[in-house]
Nanobody, 116 residues
């Protein structure tokens, strides 16, 4: 059974930093493309950052230079370091895993709120 469990969300002031994590089980982490998506109520889920099996990364234009995605294959954990946070970064952040065969999984999400 595949499980993706996010943690680390919370409330942070504008300009602050926050790190979220995604612990995976039931998959061989190093064979998956991993990513972070976010969704605001009433809007479509959008890609934030992805990292491939060969560690190539991609970021949404809105977070380039502020967010960093990384993986620890030994711990089967995905990270998203978020710096210089803005109120518009407020969303539920979801962990995503996709195998090379097309199987895809989502975590349950963690709320990130940027507000003073």
């Amino acid at each position: 059974q595949v499980q993706l469990v996010e943690s680390g969300g919370g409330l942070v002031q504008p300009g602050g930093s926050l790190s979220v994590s995604c612990a995976a089980s039931g998959i061989t982490f190093s064979t998956y493309t991993m990513g972070w998506y976010r969704q605001v109520l009433g809007k479509q889920r959008e890609m934030v950052a992805t990292i491939t099996r060969s560690f190539n990364t991609d970021y949404a234009d809105s977070v380039k230079g502020r967010f960093a995605i990384s993986v620890d294959n030994a711990k089967n954990t995905l990270y998203l370091q978020m710096n210089s946070l803005k109120p518009e970064d407020t969303a539920v952040y979801y962990c995503y895993a996709r195998s090379r065969f097309g199987s895809a999984y989502w975590g349950q999400g963690t709320q990130v709120t940027v507000s003073s």
